[in-house]
């Protein structure tokens, strides 16, 4: 008889503890979700769907089963207690070296990407997050939460040093505050020009954070915060493009919500977003 293997994405390795190489770590958590939450589900759902696909990337003639590929599971469930996340966390990277261990975080919802963001910080003094997201997330709370999904880049902004910048790309909801925000830090790429001349320039290390609503939700309803008007799968092929020149020390993908889309179809739409940054790296 032989037993099933772990699930894991893709036919990544499973591991418990960070390796050196790409390590994919699930979070589970929905705890401030304001509109329709489900995103707690997320994680295990890029594992599943990746089953229905190759490993091989066409777009870049990259064979991710050739990569170091390690996945660690999903931290403990505790969906309502962000401080208990962050203890999780720490545990889980408190021995690792962030300088040859890349980490891609699933989510669950945005507001977890702080936790791994405050690590790689620490690491690069000169870190660059960029944000591709329908949402600036620049509110100084919401919902009297100062962990809110929609608080998170205000947070990570806050915690950064001067040499440490924000870049955001495809947002297309805010306040007007959070537009102020923007123009007055200059973090805002109005246009694909402008993010593609910043990313020319800077030497930088990246750090991305892609929340899945950056889609246009006719290509991936699955989100639980969907907005008109968004990017397209060809287009984030065309991104990746560009920053696979790029020194990328770690991300995440946030914001899938399976139980949003019945089909699964936006599982499967964000199993290929993931292999596809990971063939990159
Ligand atoms: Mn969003
Ligand atoms: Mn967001």
């Not at 309803?221 to 990017?231: K, L, R, V, Y």
Request: with cysteine; net charge negative.
């Amino acid at each position: 008889m032989e037993l099933e293997p772990v699930k894991t994405f893709l036919g990544a390795t499973a591991a418990n503890k960070i390796q050196p190489g790409i390590n994919l770590v699930g979070i589970c958590y929905d705890g401030t979700t304001s509109f329709r939450p489900g995103t707690r589900f997320g994680p295990d759902a890029f594992r599943d769907a990746s089953y229905g696909q190759e490993s091989f990337s066409p777009y870049f003639r990259t064979d991710i089963e050739d990569k170091k590929i390690y996945d660690l599971g999903n931290l403990p469930q505790f969906t309502s207690r962000f401080d208990r996340i962050q203890e999780c966390f720490a545990e889980l990277v408190k021995e690792a070296d962030l300088k040859k261990s890349k980490i891609i975080t699933l989510g669950g919802e945005h507001s977890l990407s702080q936790i791994p963001v405050s690590h790689y910080l620490k690491t690069y003094d000169d870190l660059v997050v960029l944000q591709f997201d329908a949402h600036a997330d620049l509110r100084e709370q919401y919902l009297d939460d100062p962990h809110s999904h929609a608080s998170v880049m205000r947070r990570i902004a806050e915690a950064m040093n001067e040499k440490q910048k924000i870049v955001q790309y495809g947002i297309r909801s805010g306040t007007k505050e959070e537009y102020n925000y923007m123009e007055s830090k200059g973090t805002l790429m109005p246009n694909f020009k402008a993010l593609y001349d910043f990313l020319q320039e800077s030497k930088a290390p990246l750090y991305i954070t892609l929340d899945l609503d950056f889609f246009d939700p006719s290509e991936l309803p699955g989100t639980g915060t969907p907005e008109a008007g968004g990017h397209s799968f060809k287009e984030w092929i065309e991104l990746l493009k560009i920053l696979k020149d790029k020194t990328i020390v770690g991300g995440d993908i946030v914001e899938l919500s399976p139980p949003i889309d019945s089909t699964g179809n936006s599982n499967s739409f964000a199993a290929k977003v993931l292999r596809e940054l990971i063939a990159i790296l």
